[in-house]
């Protein structure tokens, strides 16, 4: 795997996202459901204060940077991760390269009937992809969910469950599921449904993704503080030449 670029003590892959997606790839091939975490600013901030959450991302076989926030803290750092690759876009790059062969996807989260919603709006999309199962987020006991997808025997599950939970998720149960390969893809679900409005390309673009979905949704102000949070302790690291590790 690539070199990895500490940002406030996460260890980020220094990729592009074809080089991401590349690395998906090979990881799948190998069939030992490794899991891919894609942490933006908030996420860094809850690996911070919570250290299952951090064990739980160190263990990712791959941790793509999917906030710009993340992009601007490693150039005020020194150590500048190459772009941006998010979430959302890399499992949609990660499905394309899967459909001639006619791969097999399971999706786990969100409200009830909204994965089978994703799954009926992608196999749309990619026709030739295998949707093999759905399972909404609400459920308590883990067992019966890694059954199913056992069953199902599916080449990549997306995780749908927010963070940090869905990283806690495929830690806690990865040596249990036979998958090819997991993402913790949070919101995406809600995106791929239809029951999420996605940000248009010049807010993406300029890297205002996250001011757009806050005056779609004011509520999420209090997530939205970490933000500033997480770059004032990027400048802090900077002017004292250090990155601030993670409490214990």
């Given at each position: ?13 220094n ?7 590349e690395?998906a ?38 941790t ?8 601007y803290?490693?150039r ?11 979430g ?10 899967m ?12 409200k ?9 709006k ?26 199913a ?19 806690k ?5 990865q ?45 999420r102000?209090?997530?939205?503080m ?9 400048i ?10 993670r409490?214990?």
């Amino acid at each position: 795997m690539s070199e990895k670029i500490n940002v406030l003590g996460v260890g980020f892959d220094n990729v592009t996202m074809d080089e991401a997606v590349e690395a998906a790839l090979a990881l799948m091939a190998q069939g030992k459901s490794a899991y891919v975490v894609t942490p933006n600013p908030e996420i860094v901030m809850d690996c911070r204060r919570d250290p299952a959450a951090a064990e739980a991302v160190d263990a990712a076989a791959l941790t793509i940077p999917d906030g710009i926030g993340v992009i601007y803290g490693s150039r005020i750092l020194h150590t500048p991760l190459k772009e941006k690759v998010g979430g959302c876009d890399f499992t949609l790059r990660l499905l394309s390269r899967m459909e001639p062969e006619e791969k097999r996807v399971f999706i786990l989260g969100g409200k009830p009937g909204v994965a089978e919603m994703a799954a009926e709006k992608l196999r749309a999309q990619f026709p030739r992809l295998r949707f093999v199962g759905a399972q909404d987020g609400y459920f308590k006991d883990d067992a019966p969910v890694v059954e199913a997808i056992n069953a199902a025997a599916p080449d990549l599950l997306l995780v749908c469950l927010g963070a940090p939970k869905q990283e806690k998720w495929m830690h806690a149960n990865q040596s249990a599921l036979r998958v090819g390969l997991m993402i913790g893809a949070g919101g995406s679900v809600d995106v791929y449904a239809g029951t999420v409005e996605r940000a248009p390309k010049v807010w993406c673009d300029a890297g205002l993704e996250w001011l757009y979905r806050l005056l779609k949704e004011p509520k999420r102000i209090r997530r939205q503080m970490a933000l500033p949070k997480f770059m004032l302790l990027v400048i802090g690291a900077r002017l004292t030449k250090k990155s601030p590790m993670r409490k214990k």
